[in-house]
């Protein structure tokens, strides 16, 4: 069975072919990262026509690279939500109108799906039960998953997500976009110990995150200080980087002596911080269990990621209607179990 997935949920445009016996055949990804820089964020129109001009040329391109003619392909996938809506009615459009044309099925794939089930395109891949934390953009997530489609919500963000909070630390140090890369680099010229900053929500029970009083803990650290310098700011950035790892380590803590689960997988765009890596590597080796990422380059968003995801889910039964729909806002806790399907 063979699939191509398109992602288009913000600035990134992937497409990819996964073959279930072949595995990953082709993989196109085009950032928009110069496109949205002066900007310092994304701007969601911008976004938009960018994929417009790209989706289409990337599949053609994918189909060539992979030796696959539509009737090699079973199934389109696409990246239904969450997400910008505007882009990700881009790529339901064009999934949609390919589907219709080839006559296959679409299958509309769940962003943070795509994120969990990247590591299993690994040859190490996990098996289930395992927890999973989930840190991308606006998203951070901690489930416990028993099988393919049974995710089971033990906490999430509660206002800024990791990656929010990275990003507009990045603007107050004047760094640049992507914000994350930017403040782990300045970190790693940071004195460690120079300040201290809370670990949030880590003194209550519970999986919960919140890293909106901790983004302001910064702002006012950086303001009190008159001319910040260079080594100021890395500081900062070192301080701000720890809490934010310190908090996450606490609460992948807890959540595998609830479960009692074997295994955590780690994955989104926050999974390719190395510092991050570090200290679950060592949460895992204390507590015995294995810790699971992505390959580096699918930490980020990727086609290949909505390919695997949805060529599971067209093998559980899932397709779409010809209606094109898109969820910008989509719980992971509404995701369909494949036994509904």
């Known amino acids: 069975m063979r699939v191509i997935g398109i992602e288009t949920s913000c600035d990134e445009t992937g497409v990819a072919v996964f073959d279930d016996q072949q595995g990953l055949l082709a993989d196109l990804l085009f950032s928009q990262i110069e496109l949205h820089s002066e900007y310092g964020g994304v701007v969601p129109e911008l976004a938009s026509r960018d994929h417009i001009r790209k989706t289409l040329p990337m599949i053609m391109d994918c189909l060539e690279k992979s030796g696959s003619t539509p009737d090699d392909i079973d199934g389109i996938a696409y990246t239904a939500g969450p997400g910008l809506v505007g882009a990700l009615m881009v790529g339901a459009s064009i999934a949609k109108a390919i589907a219709y044309a080839w006559d296959k099925p679409a299958i509309g794939v769940h962003h943070m799906e795509g ?155 926050v999974s390719a911080n190395t510092a991050l890596r570090e200290r679950l590597d060592k949460l895992g080796s204390q507590l015995k269990c294995r810790v699971h990422y992505p390959e580096l380059k699918y930490c980020t968003d990727n086609g290949a990621m909505i390919a695997y995801a949805g060529l599971e889910r067209l093998k559980a039964g899932h397709q779409e209607t010809h209606a094109i729909e898109v969820r910008p806002r989509w719980p992971l806790s509404e995701l369909s179990h494949p036994q509904e399907i």
């Open 115 to 269: 994120h969990l089930l990247a590591p299993m395109m690994t040859d190490d891949k996990p098996e289930y039960p395992f927890v999973a934390l989930l840190v991308s953009g606006g998203h951070t997530l901690l489930l416990d998953c028993q099988a393919f489609g049974d995710y089971r919500m033990l906490g999430e963000s509660v206002d800024d997500a990791a990656g929010e909070a990275f990003d507009k630390v990045a603007k107050m140090l004047g760094l640049g976009y992507p914000g994350g890369p930017a403040v782990a680099a300045l970190a790693t010229k940071g004195i460690v110990g120079t300040y201290r900053f809370p670990r949030p929500m880590t003194d209550r029970p519970g999986f919960n995150f919140s890293f909106s009083g901790l983004k302001t803990f910064t702002m006012n650290t950086l303001a009190d200080i008159q001319e910040p310098t260079h080594q100021d700011k890395a500081n900062i950035a070192a301080a701000f980087q720890e809490a934010v790892i310190d908090t996450v380590r606490i609460k992948c803590k807890r959540a595998l002596e609830h479960t009692r689960s074997p295994a955590l997988v780690v994955a989104g765009g």
